[in-house]
């Protein structure tokens, strides 16, 4: 008896083989296509996962001890401290050490899946994903800011975050801010708190209403204690701290 009961088939049965082959070929190649596209700055899931409901309240419970701890660390008399400066740097130690654990938190929450819907959440959870982010380094803002902004547009993350967190991003550059929400020490030499330079002081307000702002450019600029110059020009120097 012969291996192959019906040698008549073997035409069939090649053909057959090379169509999964060639198909297993043509994934392969579509794979190495997509994540040339995609670059090497992104190394997380193109595609991420959904969490189940289980997963969803497991998130909820971790992301609201991360913003608990990112708001109570900033809960400090920063007045007070100006006058102490062992104080001041305690305070920046605590501070920074909260934030670096945040990250290691919530980071790999936003690569395994993406940025959540914040009608998923509740109000602190989803602002811890956007305060964990706003307060890292440039690099780590450039990688996640452009998920928050795909979800402000679908209207399920915060549209003023998000512009918050670019004119965060192009301060770190040392670009001109696009809704003057930023404000800064360094960008006169004699260390007054100005607003960052603006792209077009004559349109910032209507941007800023337009993405949802309450407050002109000119009342942030009372409230963060900031004077603001429509002709301010961008300082010498980045930013001191924007990659740390």
Sequence with gaps: MGLIPCPELLPYLWTSLNFVTLMKAFHLVFFLILTSVLGPSCNRLPFPAEPSSEEYTR??????????????????????????SLAYMAFNRR????????????????????????????????????????????????????????????????????????????????KKQRYGTQAA?????????????IQQPNKVNALRKKVGFRATVEQNAAELGAIYDPAEKLPAEPAPFSDN
Excluded at 59 to 81: F, S
């Design 59 to 84: 998130l909820q419970q971790t992301l609201t001890r991360v913003y608990e701890q990112d708001r109570a660390v900033r809960n400090v008399d920063l007045n007070a401290l100006e006058s102490d």
């Design 185 to 197: 020490n360094w960008v006169r030499p004699e260390g007054t708190t100005v607003i960052w330079p």
């Design 95 to 174: 501070m920074h050490y909260t934030d670096s654990v945040n990250q290691t938190i919530v980071l790999p929450i936003l690569d395994r899946y993406g940025w959540l819907p914040k009608s998923k959440l509740s109000d602190n959870a989803a602002a811890a994903l956007y305060y964990v982010v706003q307060h890292s380094n440039t690099s780590t803002i450039r990688r996640y800011l452009p998920l928050m902004e795909r979800q402000a547009q679908r209207g399920e993350a915060s549209a003023t975050g998000a512009a918050t967190m670019r004119d965060r991003l192009l301060m770190f550059e040392g």
